[in-house]
């Protein structure tokens, strides 16, 4: 069983988690709640996802985490080439905000990457053994199951982009209050 509760929004691919995850963001700094971690945009072009940046939460510096476009320092895996010196990070993002004072870490997203040990696959297992607050994430439909497998997610509670964001940050807030 995880130390750390976990809340999960899903929904399909360009379906509007992160959308979702940053409004639900939105609600607890306005609660006056500390949330760290990271949020991760796309970006488009003409109509395609060309690509995602890496956003920390905390002070809003923005990174170009990955593009579909070559460019010969970044790592190539998937359909995407990511900047290694963006991965770190996020990664220090996530490590940091478990030595803070926060009340929520947010990772936008745990996916297909992290289940084949890539991205933020060893920081988020972490975090689950450890965090020292609830773990705020988004994770595609159909991976929810493979996640919750591969990070012994027992400790977790789902919402779908059909709710609401103040209920979603209501219900985060009820399911944490000691």
């Known amino acids: ?50 690509g995602f940046d890496i956003v920390d939460i905390k002070t809003n510096e923005k990174r170009l985490l990955c593009q579909s476009g070559y460019n010969e ?4 895996i998937g359909r995407f080439n990511f900047d290694d010196e963006a ?6 993002l996530l490590l940091h905000a478990a030595d803070m004072e926060t009340d929520f870490i947010v990772i936008d997203e745990i996916g297909m990457f992290e289940l084949q040990g890539k991205l933020w696959a060893g920081s988020f297992l972490k975090l689950v053994k450890s965090a020292p607050c609830p773990i705020l994430i988004t994770v595609r439909s159909k ?8 990070f012994k997610l027992s400790n977790h509670t789902t919402f779908h982009l059909d709710q609401q964001a103040t209920a979603i940050a209501s219900r985060i807030v009820k399911s944490t209050l000691r």
Not at 8 to 17: D, F, L, M, R
Not at 73 to 76: E, G, I, Q, S, T
Not at 87 to 92: A, D, N, S, V, W
């Open 73 to 76: 320092r970044y790592v190539k």
């Open 87 to 92: 991965i770190k990070f996020g990664e220090q």
């Open 1 to 50: 069983m995880n130390a750390s509760k976990i809340f999960i929004i899903t929904g399909e691919q360009g379906e509007g988690k992160t959308t979702k995850l940053t409004q639900v963001i939105d609600i607890l700094k306005k609660k006056n709640y500390k949330v760290s971690g990271f949020i991760a945009p796309g970006r488009w072009s003409d109509g395609l996802r060309s």
């Open 143 to 150: 991976f929810m199951e493979d996640v919750k497998t591969r």
